[in-house]
């Protein structure tokens, strides 16, 4: 029963890894409150965003020129903000590339898990903040896209 039970995981692990498509990775219109100070944006865990928040990192100082990202991963969504100024996310599922433009506070791309992502043309003092469903894991990474192709071709 045991091993039926973690074949069944391993199964429909492999096939959510291995079929998603960069058309599973929307630009979400994330809830804005305008006032007269200014804006605010208040994200709630499978309200405003489809899956529940357990870890939030964010980079800044990246110099220009430089690209961050270059990996998927196995289990984690993300939601990807330009909390301040501008950048390029490229996502990639083995077959389709998109390349989308983030540059507002209240625009947030899900990325869904394997899908392949780089990050570049980040603006001097931009802000990429990430809300992600997981605690960071090395193990959830993939590093290398020859590895990730070969996933995704299954
Ligand atoms: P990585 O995710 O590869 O960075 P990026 O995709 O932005 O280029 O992470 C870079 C380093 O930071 C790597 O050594 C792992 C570490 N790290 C953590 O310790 N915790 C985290 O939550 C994240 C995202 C990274």
Known sequence: MTTFVILRSLKTWL????????????????????????????????????????RI???YDVPGGAE????AHQCLHQLIVAGSGSFDV???????????????????????PGIWRELLNFSSGAICLVLASELYSEGDYLRDYNLFRDLKSK
């Open 15 to 54: 096939l959510v890894l291995t079929k998603t498509t960069v058309h599973d990775c929307p630009v979400i219109h994330l809830p804005q409150i305008q006032t007269e100070a200014g804006g605010i944006t208040s994200l709630n865990g499978n309200i405003n965003i489809p899956f529940s928040i357990k």
């Open 90 to 112: 490229l996502i990639d599922d083995g077959l389709n590339k998109k390349v989308v433009s983030l540059n507002r506070p209240y625009h947030g791309l899900l990325v869904v």
């Open 57 to 59: 990192y964010y980079l």
């Open 68 to 71: 961050r990202g270059g990996h």
